[in-house]
């Protein structure tokens, strides 16, 4: 089956970890906006890194100079024990390019978990607008976990591992099987980073992000984030208010929702993506599946599932795992094309695999780059203790997702828990993030959020905008996994709306009203 319990490299894996964003643009046409208050802005800009004097929780953050416009922040290990050990965790800076114009700070992050922020600042003139860009230091902090001080990669080789075992195990060999591989994944894991592995959460991060603040010497920034960004930013936000001047949270989700809201956003987003794609090929005359793509899609993993199409050294196998996760992250789950993925499954039912395995190991090599995210994940998660979902739960989870579950059957008995089995068993944590979400005290947030996002699901961005006490929602027309981009010609009008906006909510703290939808044309 595709409830992959290991790599969270399916559809759960919505329910843990929102993809990095891709960085696409557009933007669009909009109503009325509505000037919010909030802190006064930070004007003074610093010709050289300014060290703070004042302890944040009994520690005094230090930057020290790296390389270029590379620096190394100092803190904790463990922020419970600012006596103990140290860490570097590297921080990358874009001075504004007009200092009479400068606000102050806008720390950044692209997104994960498990990538580094760091390239969001050294490319800065390739990702935000020159308005921007004048007006704001870039500086982007990578998150613990993510730079080889502080590695922890617990994704090796995922595309054998999705291979080695059966993921829908009926028989009572190949369910110990699988509880035997989910434990040998994780012992690894531990074996190779046990010091590190409690100290990697988000909150482990957010506290780095305080000490980041005090060390550059401001009293406030804003933050501007994307994805799983905006999971940390919403944490950042509620944990230090007194720190956030303003705050964009593009292609963004609720990370503290249970376990079953997040499941049924996740499912019914991946829905409709599959519904339209389908759609869009059974109209097309050149789209190369014939004879109907839900077909194509259901018998190609049935196939897989029955008889897996063994690769070699170089190709992975194909089973109804791998193919979940190629579908999971292909180039149309974060707004691009459907071609490659259509031409794969064409391909594959005609008996030529390449593309398929070259899909596979994408998206293996994806999650690999990112190979903190299980860590992080599992110190976040919220779900190791929850109560069992409803008995009506596979039901509804059909229900939202009918296409979906005719490709990929929820087999009877479905544990929704198995998804989780190795965060069950993880070694340390959890270090939850703060619930509600509200941000209470910190200065205006606008939350993103695209229309057809499976990655990052409108339901989820809603949810989170509606826990914010000062949050507003911009909606963008747009199938894209993160609205903010630069890119001539911007390719839509929703997305050049959804641009517009954000940068004059930075600059201007002028933001949409609640709800304002950017529309196509």
């Known amino acids: 089956m595709v409830w992959h319990r290991l790599a969270l490299a399916t559809l759960a894996l919505a329910v843990l970890v929102a993809a990095c964003s891709d960085g696409d643009s557009e933007s669009s046409t909009t109503t009325t906006t509505t000037t919010v208050a909030a802190a006064p802005s930070t004007t003074t800009s610093p010709t050289t890194e ?232 059974d109209a097309d005359p050149e789209c190369p599946i014939t004879g109907g793509a839900q077909q194509a899609f259901t018998e190609l993993a049935a196939r897989a599932d029955a008889d897996p199409i063994t690769g070699n050294r170089l190709l992975p196998t194909i089973n109804e795992q791998s193919f979940a996760a190629a579908i999971r992250f292909s180039e149309v789950a974060y707004g691009g094309s459907a071609d490659p993925l259509l031409l794969a499954v064409a391909d594959a039912n005609d008996g030529q695999y390449f593309r398929l395995q070259s899909l596979i190991a994408d998206a293996a090599a994806l999650l690999e780059a990112g190979g903190s995210a299980l860590a992080i994940s599992c110190m976040d998660s919220p779900y190791r203790d929850q109560v069992p979902l409803p008995d009506d739960a596979i039901e509804r989870l059909t229900a939202v997702a009918t296409t979906y579950a005719s490709v990929f059957p929820i087999p009877e008995g479905f544990d929704p828990f198995a998804v989780l089995d190795e965060c069950a068993r993880w070694p340390a944590g959890p270090d939850l993030l703060p619930d509600p979400l509200s941000a209470a005290g910190a200065g205006p947030i606008l939350v993103v959020a695209a229309t057809e996002d499976p990655v990052t699901p409108l339901a989820s961005a809603e949810r989170l905008a509606a826990e914010l006490v000062n949050g507003a929602l911009l909606v963008v027309d747009s199938p894209v996994h993160g609205l903010y981009q630069i890119d001539i010609p911007i390719r839509t009008e929703a997305r050049r709306c959804a641009t517009e906006y954000m940068d004059r909510f930075l600059i201007d703290l002028v933001a949409p009203e609640d709800g304002t939808f950017c529309a196509e044309g």
């Open 50 to 281: 300014p060290e703070s004097d004042e302890p944040i929780g009994g520690f005094v953050p230090t930057l020290s100079p790296w390389s270029g416009n590379m620096s190394m922040l100092t803190v904790p290990l463990d922020h419970d024990d600012p006596t103990g050990p140290t860490v570097e965790v590297p921080v990358a800076r874009a001075e504004a390019t007009d200092p009479d114009k400068r606000i102050g700070v806008l720390l950044v992050n692209p997104g994960g978990p498990g990538y580094p922020a760091s390239p969001l600042a050294i490319f800065a003139d390739q990702v935000f607008t020159a308005e921007l860009r004048e007006r704001f230091d870039i500086v982007a902090l990578d998150p613990r976990g993510t730079f080889p001080d502080t590695a922890v990669n617990c994704f090796v080789d995922l595309a054998a591992q999705w291979a080695s075992v059966d993921y829908s195990p009926d028989a009572p060999g190949e369910l110990q099987a699988l509880d035997e591989s989910v434990q040998a994944w994780v012992d690894r894991c531990e074996a190779q980073y046990g010091d590190l592995l409690p100290h990697v959460s988000t909150m482990d991060t957010v506290h780095d992000m305080a000490m980041l603040v005090s060390a550059l010497g401001e009293e406030q920034v804003s933050y501007f984030g994307f994805s799983y960004g905006t999971a940390l930013g919403s944490a950042f936000a509620t944990t230090y208010p007194e720190l956030v001047r303003a705050a964009i949270l593009d292609s963004a989700y609720l990370a503290t929702a249970d376990l079953l809201d997040s499941m049924l956003d996740s499912f019914s987003a991946m829905d409709d993506l599959l519904v339209r794609v389908f759609a869009e090929c």
